[in-house]
């Protein structure tokens, strides 16, 4: 195939004088609000400018994303911001999503069993605790919100979840985040999605720079030569970056694509 259409990947670094040859990012708190809310499509259109950028001219590295959001709402931000040919880890490592096949590939430790603890263990939460509802979309994990709200959650709910982990035996565990308490499996984490996109895209981690906002996107910190975080980023993540922001979520990314 010859001509626009042919479907070339970003250029390699050998193409190129550009430091990093792939910028792993975080989603909720760095491309968009961590809670619901309007993100900014002015400010995600000059990130996806970016990698548009970077797939023609290969003079600066191409976004793409790392996140704990189900596949569904990382293949919708994929395509807002402009993902072309890197692999994207969604579903907290879960998941990877190969956008040059449009392949989905699930971790390969995860069995039938732990697919179907995460389904029945959905189920024994919302039974459990009136006003619990579940995130949709997931499928090898649990994410438990609840009407009452985040407090709620992390006092009342959160420890009648882990002893109900421990009782059933199942190798997960439940971690809480600013807005409800994630329930994944043990063998899976951000850390094991990101070692598979780095296999995958055959990428050099000295090359790597990461974005991230919460202790969750440290394993991004720890597979990178460069990380950065927002201004809203919280305390203990910005200790470990090279470079904070001055300003917050999709403007903090431009700023540091600026800078990489
Ligand atoms: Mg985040």
Redesign the pocket.
């Known amino acids: 195939m010859t001509g626009s259409d042919a479907p070339t990947g970003p250029r390699r670094s050998e193409d190129t004088q550009r430091r990093f040859d792939a910028v792993f990012c ?1 989603v ?3 491309l968009s609000p ?1 809670f619901f809310g309007p993100a900014d499509p002015a400010t995600l259109a000059k990130v996806s400018e970016h990698n548009r950028r970077a797939h023609e001219t290969g003079d600066v590295p191409p976004l793409t994303l790392c996140t704990g959001r189900p596949l569904p709402f990382a293949d919708c931000m994929a395509r807002i911001v402009g993902v072309r040919s890197l692999p994207i880890v969604c579903e907290g490592g879960a998941w990877l999503l190969d956008p040059t096949t449009y392949q989905w590939e699930l971790d390969p430790g995860l069995t039938d069993e732990h697919l179907a603890f995460a389904r029945d263990f959905g189920r024994w939460a919302v039974d459990a605790f009136p006003g619990a509802y579940l995130e949709a979309g997931k499928t090898a994990s649990v994410t438990i919100f609840h009407a009452e709200g985040p407090a709620f959650l992390r006092e009342r709910v959160l420890p009648s979840v882990e002893r109900e982990i421990g009782a059933r035996g199942a190798p997960f565990h439940a971690a809480m985040t600013w807005t409800c308490i994630n329930v994944e499996a043990t063998c899976v984490s951000k850390a094991t999605g990101l070692d598979r996109a780095i296999a995958r895209a055959g990428l050099d981690p000295a090359r790597l720079a990461g974005i ?3 202790m969750s ?1 440290l394993p991004i910190r720890q597979r990178v030569a460069y990380f950065g975080c927002p201004a809203n980023a919280s305390d203990a993540i910005k200790s470990h970056a090279d470079y904070v922001s001055p300003h917050e979520r999709a403007d903090a990314v431009l700023d540091i694509l600026s800078r990489l």
Request: with cysteine; hydrophobic share 0%; net charge negative.
């Open positions: 975080d909720d708190g760095c961590e991230g906002d919460t996107d």
